[in-house]
């Protein structure tokens, strides 16, 4: 069923609240850029990366054959024990953090009633995302579940946030054809990651019931993942009234005046976002409701937010 569409006036920035709009994105960078970067701490070091290349890095890359001259701290003594032959370790230079946005794009949010659709409100807070990255100086990336269509690779500064912006606009404009739902998107993502890299997750509740528990420790396991629910005021707290709605059968009428109505209403959208909260932060991932009329950058403390127990 489709809610009613949003009929607030609002500034020319803002859009309409039903498809993103590549100037409102690009408004966003103020709101971001208005916070400080959030210390890395546990993953690497706080405040903007200086240069492309921050040193030698301790990120492995490969092991070989040890010849002379080679440090000798750096022997890579169980393959050289497996193989009878000396292996030395080679590490990578540690560059730019990657940040990396997934986004899902099922039928779900495509809808709103207040201020603008869940699908416009995950492209907002994407771009406040992307500009937080380059506020932080890291590469940013995203991607969708689609079995077809490429992730937009990492990019550094103004070029790489227009990029994933651009396909922030697609993707969200209306639901894409093909979806293979945020599953494919993390398994993608979980290819992608790296040790230190940054996740943030724009999902319907729903979404998450077809991602297997394990999934999560295997990202969290890479760095910081942020998780946000995308909802609306309309699901969350609806009117104790007789509401209409239009759906492909034609028009009908759900009393949400009625206790028992109201309670299988609560259970369809009120109690699964209840049930990811819980889920996702019993599995160290940062997570937030991001209501369709609440500002879109006011998830964005949780990147300086420390985890309770963390090292």
């Known amino acids: 069923m489709s809610p009613p569409v949003p009929t607030k006036r ?22 971001a850029q208005g916070r400080r970067g959030a210390r890395r701490g546990r993953y690497g070091p706080a405040g903007q990366a200086p240069s492309p290349v921050r040193g030698r890095g301790m990120e492995y890359a490969e092991s070989r054959e040890y010849v002379p001259g080679d440090d000798v701290r750096h022997i890579d003594w169980r393959l050289t024990a497996r193989t009878g032959r000396a292996h030395t370790k080679l590490f990578q230079a540690e560059r730019e953090r990657l940040t990396l946005l997934v986004a899902d794009t099922s039928a779900a949010l495509y809808v709103g009633t207040r201020v ?4 416009v409100q995950a492209a907002r807070a994407g771009a406040v995302a992307a500009w937080a990255a ?3 100086g890291d590469r940013v990336a995203a991607l969708r579940g689609s079995l077809r269509e490429a992730p937009v690779p990492p990019g550094a500064g103004p070029r790489g946030a227009l990029r994933v912006l651009d396909a922030l606009v697609r993707w969200y404009a209306a639901p894409p054809a093909e979806d293979a739902g945020l599953g494919v998107a993390l398994d993608h993502a979980a290819r992608l990651l790296r040790p230190g890299s940054r996740l943030l997750v ?8 077809a991602v297997p528990e394990r999934r999560w420790a ?39 005046g009625d206790a028992a109505v109201r309670q299988r209403w609560r259970e369809t959208f009120v109690v699964p976002v209840q049930r990811a909260e819980q ?18 950058e006011q998830w964005l403390a949780l990147w300086g937010h420390r985890l309770a127990g963390a090292a």
């Open 279 to 296: 889920a996702l932060r019993a599995r160290r991932v940062r997570v937030a409701t991001l209501p369709g009329d609440a500002p879109s």
């Open 116 to 119: 603008r659709f869940k699908s």
């Open 202 to 209: 724009l999902a319907d509740a729903a979404s998450l019931a």
């Open 10 to 31: 609002q500034a020319p920035a803002e859009g309409d609240g039903v498809r993103p709009t590549l100037a409102e994105l690009l408004a966003l960078r103020s709101a």
């Open 218 to 256: 295997a990202l969290t396991a890479h760095g910081e993942v942020t998780v946000l629910l995308l909802t609306d005021p309309l699901e969350t707290a609806p009117p104790a009234a007789l509401l209409p709605f239009a759906t492909d059968a034609g028009r009908i009428e759900i009393d949400l």
């Open 134 to 136: 380059v506020r932080d």
